[in-house]
């Protein structure tokens, strides 16, 4: 609507309210998401340890939503402590590890 028209058409503004709907559920969405993750993380803390390779997984999927959602500040700390675990678990070499440090060095480069 905004290109064959302009913000005042009637559909342009109903399709702008409905995008401000689904932003605001999506918000909500991520927010859900984030607090199962963390729980998870927490369990397998404490079953596993804090550098058992699942463990770092989540800690690092956690980590990709934060980022994706520009909560990066957030996504930083979990990125830094999967990639410590990653290098101490699996070594500097592995696959796991050099993606984390790459999704980490991205977010410290924007």
Same mark, same amino acid.
């Given at each position: ?6 913000? $005042? !058409?009637?559909?342009? $503004? &109903? ?5 401000? %709907?689904? /932003?605001?559920?999506?918000? $909500? +969405? #991520?927010?859900?998401? #984030? @607090?199962?993750?963390?729980? @998870? %993380?927490? %369990? !397998?803390? &404490?079953?596993?340890?804090?550098? !058992?390779?699942?463990? /770092? ?6 980590? #990709?939503? /934060? +980022? ?7 996504? =930083?700390?979990?990125?830094?402590? @999967? ?15 050099? +993606? ?8 410290? =480069?924007?």
């Amino acid at each position: 609507y905004r290109v064959a028209f302009d913000d $005042r !058409h009637p559909g342009a $503004r &109903e399709a702008f309210d409905g995008y401000s %709907i689904f /932003l605001r559920q999506r918000q $909500r +969405d #991520v927010d859900d998401v #984030v @607090a199962r993750q963390r729980r @998870a %993380i927490a %369990i !397998h803390r &404490e079953s596993f340890g804090a550098t !058992h390779p699942k463990t /770092l997984a989540l800690l690092h999927d956690c980590a #990709v939503l /934060l +980022d994706d959602n520009c909560r990066y500040r957030a996504a =930083a700390t979990l990125y830094r402590e @999967a990639l410590d675990g990653r290098r101490f678990t699996l070594g500097d070499s592995h696959p796991h590890t050099q +993606d984390t440090r790459a999704r980490y060095d991205a977010l410290l =480069a924007r």
